[in-house]
């Protein structure tokens, strides 16, 4: 599976941004997937996850209420809507697969199997 990651750019607090992350070479469909991002010189850190039904979805602390993530099977792409954007918001944000058909949820980057090329979010105060 190869993921192609689009929608970043330079926005103002306050402001909204809508990620995608689309899929070639296999369907999306029995996989989780997830957000990860990574600012300047710190470890990239997990930003949401979504089944791969869609049904359920998990998001990290600071960003639960500002930010959604979704996911159209049928077009091979997943979403991160990212609404209220903050400066410590700005980041490198990656898509990534995990082959699982049990609906599990996963925060931990290495669980992962496939990773997109990343793109970039600055937001400015």
């Known amino acids: 599976v190869q993921l192609q990651a689009s929608g970043g750019g330079l926005v103002q607090a306050g402001g909204s941004l809508r990620l995608s992350c689309a899929a070639s070479g296999r369907t999306f469909s029995g996989y989780t997937l997830g957000w990860f991002r990574q600012a300047p010189g710190k470890e990239r850190t997990f930003v949401a996850a979504i089944s791969w039904s869609g049904g359920s979805t998990y998001y990290t602390d600071s960003v639960k209420g500002r930010f959604t993530i979704s996911r159209d099977n049928a077009r091979n792409t997943v979403y991160l809507q990212m609404n209220s954007l903050k400066p410590e918001d700005t980041a490198v944000y990656y898509c990534?697969?995990?082959?699982?058909?049990?609906?599990?949820?996963?925060?931990?980057?290495?669980?992962?199997?496939?990773w997109g090329q990343g793109t970039l979010v600055t937001v400015s105060s």
């Open positions: 990534a697969s995990k082959r699982d058909y049990s609906g599990g949820l996963y925060s931990t980057n290495r669980v992962y199997d496939y």
